[in-house]
């Protein structure tokens, strides 16, 4: 069911892949959970979208799922410029163009993500990560039934049924969680990635547990896992997109917004006479 990553491999039937590059997973020909959030916003989105540059949010991003999931390579990865304040000294700047920049880290980067490491390695996720048998950023592609069409999906950390997935946040309380949740689509996330799990394995997945880290000191972590009806309204969001998706790579037309004529408004709570007093307005688009 697990396959060993080789270099030019091809991925032409449904199964799970251990230690594929991030790159390679991307340029994968299937449609992944982010591409179907772009359906969502609409079909020409997906079919236009310009390609991103690695911003250094992404690469930090990067850098802290690796000293989180696979430490071991983390230290072998990264270079780190423990007495380097910032990215303007010449130690900086000699080793980003030795190594890259996307590889080099300075001081207050180092410590951040140590931190918020060492915080998630406490909490009670631990058990489940520093098991043997969890397997960590597995690739997984997978045969939709009802269009054919081939999806993929990479679990952070997966064992004995148990996906979890690591998010960064300002605010790990419920509260503020819970509508990050829904501001992102984790929910959606997690009904597509529970799926493809189901298409290749025919097993169900037991839970879907977010791993929520604090982005800053002390780093504080909080665990959940995502109940029975998020998951389940989230599997009707990705199914509506996913459908959409092979509607128009069949015909190949991917249109964008319709052409109606909409009433708008300013928004319901700034209706309100104390909303619009207090309201300071800008005059920058």
């Given at each position: 069911m697990i396959k060993q990553y080789q270099e030019g491999m091809k991925i032409t039937e449904p199964c799970y892949v251990a230690n594929m590059?991030?790159?390679?997973?991307?340029?994968?020909?299937s449609i992944s959970n982010t591409g179907l959030k772009l359906?969502?916003?609409?079909?020409?989105?997906?079919?236009?979208?310009?390609?991103?540059?690695?911003?250094?949010?992404m690469v930090l991003g990067s850098a802290l799922h690796m000293a989180c999931l696979e430490p071991h390579i983390f230290y072998d990865t990264y270079t780190l410029l423990r007495s380097s304040e910032n990215r303007m000294t010449s130690e900086y700047k000699t080793a980003k163009k030795e190594f890259g920049e996307e590889f080099v880290l300075v001081k207050p980067e180092i410590e951040k993500i140590e931190g918020m490491a060492r915080s998630l390695r406490r909490s009670v996720i631990s058990k489940y990560l520093n098991n043997e048998h969890c397997a960590k950023e597995?690739?997984?592609?997978?045969?939709?039934?009802?269009?054919?069409?081939?999806?993929?999906h990479r679990f952070d950390a997966i064992i004995d049924g148990i996906a979890i997935d690591l998010?960064?946040?300002?605010?790990?309380?419920?509260h503020a969680f819970s509508k990050k949740i829904l501001d992102f689509g984790y929910h959606i996330q997690a009904a597509f990635y529970a799926d493809q799990y189901n298409w290749i394995t025919g097993e169900e997945i037991e839970k879907f547990i977010f791993a929520a880290i604090?982005?800053?000191a002390p780093y504080a972590v909080k665990i959940y896992e995502l109940d029975y009806e998020s998951i389940e309204a989230g599997r009707k969001k990705y199914?509506?997109?996913l459908n959409e998706y092979a509607q128009c790579k069949a015909s190949n037309i991917w249109p964008a917004y319709d052409q109606d004529i909409e009433t708008i408004g300013i928004p319901q709570w700034a209706l309100e006479k104390d909303s619009i007093d207090d309201f300071i307005f800008t005059d920058e688009e």
């Amino acid at each position: 069911m697990i396959k060993q990553y080789q270099e030019g491999m091809k991925i032409t039937e449904p199964c799970y892949v251990a230690n594929m590059p991030a790159d390679v997973y991307h340029a994968h020909d299937s449609i992944s959970n982010t591409g179907l959030k772009l359906m969502m916003r609409s079909p020409a989105h997906y079919r236009y979208q310009e390609r991103k540059e690695s911003t250094r949010a992404m690469v930090l991003g990067s850098a802290l799922h690796m000293a989180c999931l696979e430490p071991h390579i983390f230290y072998d990865t990264y270079t780190l410029l423990r007495s380097s304040e910032n990215r303007m000294t010449s130690e900086y700047k000699t080793a980003k163009k030795e190594f890259g920049e996307e590889f080099v880290l300075v001081k207050p980067e180092i410590e951040k993500i140590e931190g918020m490491a060492r915080s998630l390695r406490r909490s009670v996720i631990s058990k489940y990560l520093n098991n043997e048998h969890c397997a960590k950023e597995l690739s997984g592609f997978a045969i939709d039934p009802e269009t054919g069409l081939m999806c993929r999906h990479r679990f952070d950390a997966i064992i004995d049924g148990i996906a979890i997935d690591l998010k960064t946040t300002t605010d790990a309380r419920q509260h503020a969680f819970s509508k990050k949740i829904l501001d992102f689509g984790y929910h959606i996330q997690a009904a597509f990635y529970a799926d493809q799990y189901n298409w290749i394995t025919g097993e169900e997945i037991e839970k879907f547990i977010f791993a929520a880290i604090e982005t800053s000191a002390p780093y504080a972590v909080k665990i959940y896992e995502l109940d029975y009806e998020s998951i389940e309204a989230g599997r009707k969001k990705y199914r509506q997109a996913l459908n959409e998706y092979a509607q128009c790579k069949a015909s190949n037309i991917w249109p964008a917004y319709d052409q109606d004529i909409e009433t708008i408004g300013i928004p319901q709570w700034a209706l309100e006479k104390d909303s619009i007093d207090d309201f300071i307005f800008t005059d920058e688009e």
